[in-house]
């Protein structure tokens, strides 16, 4: 299995390296940044800007997100225990509509013995990615995913101030009912942490000796 940085070769290569953690920069470095993938292959994803980019510009590759790879291969994992802890699990708008990736997601919570709290608006239904979309979109997401990035997202990427976007991270943080929120997108994370949100990406919750 070959190892890839992005869907794009050569994606932001310095901002990402300025803000990585020493320990893993030197592998990062040594990771190839893109390698064209054959029809009817499979990539695994982590990324929800790669999965769209893979859903719209590669149809003819199959698309799993690595919680979905995890499930399929979990024979030997360990799962962390958190005595039915409850969180409220935050989806994202940048995979709204896949069902697939938000069930596997839920899955990994209960095996770890995570209790699931819903928000209202979750699944097809959020509206949240963190600041990300009170900001310009970067323009190969539009080339590259026009159907997500400009046909799905009507009134969003709108410029807002940093001030402004902390406030609307801070009144979205009020509907959660749990101390503690899990998400799976790096870009909802941005947006609790700059709320003062309690907050795990997933897979810290998975491998939590390993971040």
Not at 166 to 175: N, R, Y
């Amino acid at each position: 299995m070959e190892i890839i940085r992005c869907c794009a070769e050569k994606y932001k290569v310095r901002q990402f390296e300025e803000v990585m953690a020493p320990s893993v920069c030197e592998q990062w470095k040594a990771t190839p940044h893109y390698i064209p993938f054959e029809p009817n292959t499979t990539m695994i994803s982590i990324c929800h800007n790669c999965t769209a980019v893979f859903q719209e510009s590669h149809p003819d590759i199959n698309v799993l997100s690595l919680w979905e790879f995890i499930l399929q291969h979990d024979a030997d994992f360990h799962y962390p225990d958190y005595g039915c802890e409850r969180m409220t699990i935050q989806d994202c708008w940048r995979q709204y509509d896949n069902q697939a990736e938000q069930a596997a997601v839920r899955e990994l919570l209960r095996r770890m013995n995570i209790e699931v709290v819903e928000m209202a608006e979750n699944r097809e239904h959020t509206r949240f990615c963190g600041t990300s979309l009170y900001r310009p979109a970067p323009p190969r997401n539009l080339k590259m995913a026009p159907k997500r990035f400009v046909e799905d997202a009507e009134g969003m990427f709108v410029t807002h101030t940093e001030e402004e976007q902390k406030q609307l991270m801070e009144e979205h943080c009020q509907q959660y009912q749990t101390k503690k929120v899990v998400a799976y997108c790096h870009y909802c994370t941005e947006g609790l942490r700059l709320a003062g949100q309690p907050h795990y990406h997933i897979a810290e919750l998975l491998f939590p000796y390993s971040v």
